[in-house]
């Protein structure tokens, strides 16, 4: 457990936005988690994903490590954003973009 | 597993009995629901914190026989 933690905490620290999904940016296993990707790609910032459903010690890990029972979950510059609800929500208030300006993570031009 | 739209709202109306809670069962498989939950207790909090709260509520069948539950949480306007 403390080795999954210890992985967890070095992925948010080395990735300014990282998402724990199922799939991956091109082919998302979940509705929830391509609902994520989608919003993450049209506020056109860069981000990493780890996919849970090909390691099950992740899976369970990564909601312990943030009291949270379900995926995805996204985290930007080391904090706990939230999961797919949340992130729907504060794209649509415009919070989101807030965010990632205040965490300074540069939006990149679109095409 | 599923669970009942009546066992969510009475397990989220224990924890926090002040809340207005509206459930909808999206697919009507019993499976994948929508709830709003709004609660005085939520009032200054993060989402994330919110959200805890109910998850916290639902004893550990979130992610388990309740695979889907849209979650929308706020204080009274």
């Given at each position: 457990m403390?080795?999954?933690?210890?992985?967890i905490q070095?992925?948010?620290?080395?990735?300014?936005?990282?998402?724990?999904?199922?799939?991956?940016?091109?082919?998302?296993?979940?509705g929830?988690?391509?609902?994520v990707?989608?919003?993450?790609?049209?506020?056109?910032?860069?981000?990493?994903?780890?996919?849970?459903?090909?390691?099950?010690?992740?899976?369970?890990?990564?909601?312990?490590?943030s009291?949270?029972?379900?995926i995805?979950?996204?985290?930007?510059?080391?904090?706990?954003?939230?999961?797919?609800?949340?992130i729907?929500?504060m794209?649509?208030t415009?919070?989101?973009?807030?965010?990632?300006?205040?965490?300074?993570?540069?939006?990149?031009?679109?095409? | 597993?599923?669970?009942?739209?009546?066992?969510?709202?009475?397990?989220i109306?224990?924890a926090?009995p002040d809340?207005q809670v509206?459930?909808?069962?999206l697919?009507?498989?019993?499976?994948?629901y929508?709830?709003s939950?709004?609660?005085?207790s939520?009032?200054?909090m993060?989402?994330v914190?919110?959200?805890?709260?109910?998850?916290?509520?639902?004893?550990?069948?979130?992610g388990?026989?309740l695979?889907?539950?849209a979650?929308?949480?706020s204080?009274?306007?």
């Open positions: 403390a080795d999954i933690n210890a992985r070095s992925d948010i620290d080395t990735n300014p936005v990282m998402l724990y999904m199922k799939g991956n940016a091109m082919f998302p296993q979940c929830f988690s391509a609902r990707v989608q919003i993450l790609t049209h506020a056109g910032v860069p981000f990493k994903t780890a996919n849970v459903l090909e390691d099950a010690e992740l899976r369970e890990g990564v909601k312990t490590f009291n949270w029972p379900t995805p979950q996204l985290y930007v510059k080391g904090e706990f954003v939230g999961g797919c609800d949340i729907t929500e794209f649509q415009g919070e989101l973009q807030k965010l990632f300006t205040e965490a300074g993570v540069e939006a990149k031009a679109q095409a | 597993m599923a669970m009942q739209a009546t066992d969510i709202k009475a397990l109306q224990e926090l809340a509206q459930i909808e069962d697919a009507g498989d019993g499976d994948h929508a709830a939950v709004v609660s005085e939520f009032r200054g993060s989402r914190k919110q959200h805890q709260i109910v998850y916290a509520a639902l004893r550990g069948r979130m388990g026989e695979h889907a539950l979650l929308q949480t204080a009274p306007a």
